[in-house]
């Protein structure tokens, strides 16, 4: 089942600079979008969502892009911390089937001091 | 900040054993989720749980596992008969009303070891 797919499975940037994480999909009923954050031994964390309505959401140092004819969204975080270290999952949910999410592999982000 | 809690943290089991996995959800939420992760692989959808009754549930939660809300804040995921495969990091999560229902908030986690 490879409906939502993040093909890097790691990057590496430095403390200041942008970091961009990519997420692709391939089922057009998915209709919001979502991207958690998870800590070793940790449950993931909610970050950001869109609706498939809009074509940005941006919520402080994070905006996520979503780019439908393309079935592409991505995550921008900037300036990235080395806070920001933690793997990222992008989860997308099915029309009228909230709560339902479908995660993609996740992608380890290192920033460096 | 409200947060969903898990128990336990680890539980380690014999195969063919029956195990109880235990949550409390955030107390205004009203639905509620188990996920699972195999290692290194991605997290799953096992069953949603809505109005005292499973709303969707997955190919993977099959006639071994169930889930209830015995008392009106746990929420319990019971595997019968527990397999080898049956390893992994289970997830509970729930989520409110209108579009806070798309957004889950996740437990730490039960990871599971079935030996």
């Known amino acids: 089942d490879q409906q939502v797919k993040q093909n890097s499975p790691s990057l590496s940037v430095q403390e200041g600079r942008i970091s961009i994480l990519n997420c692709d999909y391939t089922?057009?009923?998915?209709?919001?979008f979502l991207w958690y954050k998870k800590y070793p031994a940790e449950g993931p964390t909610f970050l950001i969502s869109?609706?498939?309505?809009?074509d940005k959401n941006e919520d402080g140092r994070f905006t996520v892009f979503l780019n439908k004819s393309a079935k592409h969204l991505s995550l921008h975080i900037v300036p990235s911390q080395p806070g920001d270290s933690a793997v990222y999952f992008c989860?997308?949910?099915?029309?009228?089937?909230?709560?339902?999410?479908?995660f993609g592999q996740g992608t380890e982000l290192s920033v460096k001091p | 900040e409200p947060e969903v809690t898990q128990t336990p943290s680890h539980q380690v089991t014999q195969m063919g054993q029956e195990v109880i996995l235990r949550c409390v959800p955030i107390s205004n939420h009203l639905y509620f989720y188990w996920y699972r992760q195999i290692l290194g692989q991605k997290v799953e959808f096992l069953v949603s749980?809505?109005?005292?009754?499973?709303?969707?549930k997955s190919e993977i939660f099959d006639d071994q596992f169930s889930v209830e809300r015995p008392d009106g804040s746990n929420f319990t995921l019971k595997i019968r008969s527990t397999k080898l495969e049956d390893s992994a990091m289970y997830f509970c999560?729930?989520?409110?009303?209108?579009?806070?229902?798309?957004?889950?908030?996740f437990g730490a986690g039960s990871r599971l070891t079935v030996l």
């Open positions: 749980f809505y109005n005292n009754e499973i709303s969707e």
């Open positions: 089922n057009s009923m998915f209709d919001y």
């Open positions: 999560a729930s989520s409110g009303q209108g579009t806070g229902a798309n957004v889950l908030t």
């Open positions: 869109i609706s498939s309505i809009k």
């Open positions: 989860a997308a949910s099915p029309y009228n089937q909230g709560g339902k999410l479908i």
